[in-house]
Nanobody, 115 residues
Framework: QVQLVESGGGLVQAGGSLRLSCAASGSIFSRIALGWYRQAPGKQRELVARISSVGSSNYADSVTGRLTLSRDNGKNTVYLQMNNLKPEETAVYYC?????????WGQGTQVTVSS
């Protein structure tokens, strides 16, 4: 079984950067695809980016070119580097498997982008 814990959120000005981390426990981490999701107030949760077990990544159109997803299987950690952040990207960010599994939704990490 895998447990996922997000960190790295915070308050940043528009145009700023943050790096989110998702630390995983469990021996199967290196064999599973993972995704970063976000949920803004009053909106549905959406997939931001996903990464395969071998490191191939895909991004939502709205973030392509500004976000970079990577994984370190030796550290059981996935990273989401976010650059040039926009106020509309204020949300709680979650990591989960891809496709997501209900049992792996955690607390998420809050990202607030001020204008």
């Amino acid at each position: 079984q895998v447990q996922l814990v997000e960190s790295g959120g915070g308050l940043v000005q528009a145009g700023g950067s943050l790096r989110l981390s998702c630390a995983a426990s469990g021996s199967i981490f290196s064999r599973i695809a993972l995704g970063w999701y976000r949920q803004a107030p009053g909106k549905q949760r959406e997939l931001v980016a996903r990464i395969s077990s071998v490191g191939s990544s895909n991004y939502a159109d709205s973030v392509t070119g500004r976000l970079t997803l990577s994984r370190d299987n030796g550290k059981n950690t996935v990273y989401l580097q976010m650059n040039n952040l926009k106020p509309e990207e204020t949300a709680v960010y979650y990591c989960n498997t891809h496709p997501p599994a209900t049992i792996y939704w955690g607390q998420g990490t809050q990202v607030t982008v001020s204008s």
